[in-house]
């Protein structure tokens, strides 16, 4: 069976129109729908951002879920999450009542912050969050300068119980050269458990992974790119331990550098 017809899942992407700067439209959201389908993807969990500047409403998350589903005719599955910005609201929001934020409202959580900047408590709060049976998935730290300088701190965040989501773009270099070559190091490293789309539109962000899965088969072979876009992000979609947790490599040195050309 290939990858295609078993089914990628996609754990982040902001399909949803209207709720953040990804679809704008229900017409937005259902042509990324298609791109979906047509590239593979059986399973797709829309994440809307839960901000400072976006207010998660998870009642509207579900009335536009529920809409977007009856016009693709059930032809992929979907459900509902959130790109959760961690703030002092949203905190205080998740300890009320954590599962709406919840991918699938099961155990996993995508956790968001500035790519500039972290803050200061969030070794506790991610503690905190594993404490009250909370998942933590730390999305695309490529992205992030700060992390890029001291990977150490995501090391210890995996330590801590948190898995790692890598933004399938970041592969192709579509995020610039530091998150590509990080992306590519960290996988190295079995730092990485999630390949999602962090999709936003039709064009440069899409919602497609397989130019991602077979750059991971092509790299690292077939069953690691099977792990990180179908096994794990299934497992997370249904709330079940994940079947692919690898051992960190040990050391986080850049001096040895290799570059990973696919695209």
Not at 43 to 71: M, Q
Not at 80 to 101: M, T
Not at 156 to 184: D, M, N, R
Request: hydrophobic share 40%; glycine share 6%; proline share 6%.
């Amino acid at each position: 069976m290939t990858h295609t017809e078993s089914g990628m899942v996609d754990l982040h992407c902001h399909i949803l129109p209207g709720f953040d700067d990804g679809a704008k439209s229900m017409d937005d959201s259902l042509a990324m729908a298609e791109d979906a389908i047509a590239d593979g993807i059986t399973h797709i969990v829309a994440t809307p951002h839960a901000s400072a500047d976006y207010s998660f409403n998870f009642n509207k998350v579900c009335a536009a879920l529920k809409e977007l589903n009856s016009r693709l005719g059930g032809r992929v599955t979907l459900a509902s999450g959130c790109d959760f910005h961690v703030n002092h609201e949203n905190l205080i929001a998740l300890r009320k009542d954590p599962w709406p934020y919840c991918i699938n409202q099961k155990e996993y959580l995508l956790v968001e912050f500035n790519d500039f900047s972290i803050p200061p408590a969030l070794d506790q709060t991610l503690h905190e969050l594993r404490l009250s049976d909370i998942r933590p998935i730390v999305t695309h730290p490529e992205r992030n300068g700060i992390l890029r300088t001291h990977p150490d701190r995501l090391r210890k965040w995996i330590e801590q119980g948190c898995y790692v989501q890598v933004t399938a773009g970041s592969l192709a270099g579509v995020f610039g050269p530091g998150p590509q070559q990080h992306a590519w190091r960290w996988l190295g490293r079995g730092m990485v458990h999630f390949i999602s789309s962090d999709a936003h539109n039709t064009a440069r962000r899409p919602l497609k992974l397989k130019f991602a899965y077979d750059a991971i088969a092509a790299q690292m072979g077939e069953e690691r790119a099977r792990a990180l876009l179908i096994d794990n992000p299934m497992a997370a979609f249904e709330g079940r331990p994940l079947p692919y947790v690898p051992e960190v490599a040990p050391g986080t040195s850049d001096r040895k550098r290799k570059r990973f050309f696919f695209f």
